[in-house]
Nanobody, 124 residues
């Protein structure tokens, strides 16, 4: 059974920073590309960022480029999302996702496993 467990969410003021973590168990973490999605209040789930299994390729949604970074530590089976210069519109539940294929992972259909999410609230 594959489990993805997110942590690091919380309440932060606009302009602040948070780092989300997602720890994976049950599969060989280094074989999977990883991604973060989010779903804001009254909105559909959307792609935020992804990282290749090797860690040498990343992709970001236009709305977070320059503010968010993604990284992974294959020795710890963990992927991170560093979020800086947070805005109220970043308020959402953030979901970790894993997929075999890096290319196209921003599409929901390419996700093999989902975490349960962690809530990020940005106050203005």
């Amino acid at each position: 059974q594959v489990q993805l467990v997110e942590s690091g969410g919380g309440l932060v003021q606009a302009g602040g920073s948070l780092r989300l973590s997602c720890t994976v168990s049950g599969r060989t973490f280094s074989n999977y590309a990883m991604a973060w999605f989010r779903q804001g209040p009254g909105k559909e789930r959307e792609f935020v960022s992804s990282i290749h299994a090797s860690g040498d390729r990343t992709e970001f949604a236009d709305s977070v480029k320059g503010r968010f970074t993604i990284s992974r530590d294959n020795a710890k089976n963990t992927v991170y999302l560093q979020m800086n210069s947070l805005k109220s519109e970043d308020t959402a539940v953030y979901y970790c996702a894993a997929g075999k294929q890096y290319f196209g992972l921003r599409a929901f259909g390419a996700v093999d496993y989902w975490g349960k999410g962690t809530l990020v609230t940005v106050s203005s």
